[in-house]
């Protein structure tokens, strides 16, 4: 996927994000919840990557309240709207930057990085770990959540029933994350599962278009709107809801 395909379209979507994002306003609690019991330094440093609306972010100032941030986002729509969102509470403890998320500049080390439903659109996740942990200051922890391989299996399912191209990406399994920790420290990998439940095919498909993460894999070509509706209303005349599944990977890494 084209890097400036998802600047643009988060971008697009931040106005709408902060309201419409439910999913991921509730997976950045389950993260920050995680969190809880790490041990960092006092005065910790500590790098989001892909801080949206400011929804994990929040929580990061709450749970640390000595440490210094600094939120990042591929898209500077979020970044601004992140700034707006924490207001005075950001003023001498947070910085904000627009930056690729696999492409870190050079320089700082931090205590901890942390990422709330972005690795599923980097590149080469898996190989990413081992850029992200090389940041780290000894003894540091990398935290993500990110989407596993079950996710939105209800789509592809529909997709095959009513014989329509798909279009979501394939996300690497659990066992694949597990087998990419770097040897410099000790890394695990929980996963859990999040029901949705929606109106219809129609309206899940709509969720993920207002807020951005409606984007298909490269090379995926759009179905026509006639099979998209020959489908939807297939589906109408048997089911009045629609249930979808987030299969989501918490990652925990410290650096030896």
Same mark, same amino acid.
């Given at each position: 996927?084209?890097?400036?395909?998802?600047? #643009?379209?988060?971008?697009?979507?931040?106005?709408?994000?902060?309201?419409?994002? $439910?999913?991921?306003?509730?997976?950045?609690?389950?993260?920050?919840?995680?969190?809880? $019991?790490?041990?960092?330094?006092?005065?910790?440093?500590?790098?989001?990557?892909?801080?949206? +609306?400011?929804?994990?972010?929040?929580?990061? =100032?709450?749970?640390?309240?000595?440490?210094?941030?600094?939120?990042?986002?591929?898209?500077?729509?979020?970044?601004?709207?992140?700034?707006? #969102?924490?207001?005075?509470?950001?003023?001498?403890?947070?910085?904000?930057?627009?930056?690729?998320?696999?492409?870190?500049?050079?320089?700082?080390?931090?205590?901890?990085?942390? @990422?709330? /439903?972005?690795?599923?659109?980097?590149?080469?996740?898996?190989?990413? =770990?081992?850029?992200? +942990? @090389?940041?780290? #200051?000894?003894?540091?922890?990398?935290? *993500?959540? +990110?989407?596993?391989?079950? +996710?939105?299996?209800?789509?592809?399912?529909?997709?095959?029933? &009513?014989?329509?191209?798909?279009?979501?990406?394939? &996300?690497?399994?659990?066992?694949?994350?597990?087998?990419?920790?770097?040897?410099?420290?000790?890394?695990?990998?929980?996963?859990?599962?999040?029901?949705?439940?929606?109106?219809?095919?129609?309206?899940?498909?709509?969720?993920?278009?207002?807020?951005?993460? $409606?984007?298909?894999?490269?090379?995926?070509?759009?179905?026509?709107?006639?099979?998209?509706?020959?489908?939807? @209303?297939?589906?109408?005349?048997?089911?009045?809801?629609?249930?979808?599944? &987030?299969? /989501?990977? *918490?990652?925990?890494?410290?650096?030896?």
């Amino acid at each position: 996927m084209a890097k400036k395909e998802v600047k #643009n379209t988060f971008g697009s979507a931040a106005k709408e994000y902060q309201q419409k994002a $439910g999913v991921q306003r509730r997976v950045a609690g389950d993260l920050a919840s995680r969190m809880v $019991g790490f041990d960092l330094p006092v005065k910790a440093r500590i790098l989001e990557i892909g801080c949206g +609306t400011g929804f994990l972010s929040q929580h990061l =100032l709450k749970q640390w309240p000595d440490a210094t941030l600094l939120c990042s986002d591929i898209a500077p729509q979020m970044v601004m709207s992140c700034k707006a #969102n924490l207001g005075d509470v950001a003023k001498n403890r947070v910085g904000f930057a627009v930056i690729d998320g696999e492409d870190l500049p050079n320089g700082e080390q931090f205590d901890l990085i942390v @990422s709330s /439903l972005v690795f599923q659109w980097f590149r080469d996740p898996l190989a990413n =770990l081992a850029k992200l +942990t @090389s940041r780290l #200051n000894p003894g540091g922890r990398l935290a *993500f959540v +990110t989407l596993g391989e079950e +996710t939105f299996n209800e789509w592809r399912n529909f997709c095959a029933d &009513y014989h329509i191209a798909c279009g979501l990406h394939n &996300y690497p399994p659990q066992e694949a994350w597990q087998n990419n920790w770097p040897m410099d420290g000790v890394g695990e990998i929980a996963s859990t599962r999040i029901i949705e439940e929606h109106p219809s095919p129609h309206a899940f498909l709509r969720g993920l278009k207002e807020i951005g993460t $409606g984007l298909s894999q490269k090379g995926h070509r759009p179905v026509s709107v006639v099979d998209l509706r020959r489908a939807f @209303s297939g589906y109408a005349k048997k089911n009045n809801s629609f249930a979808i599944t &987030y299969h /989501l990977l *918490f990652g925990s890494f410290i650096k030896n």
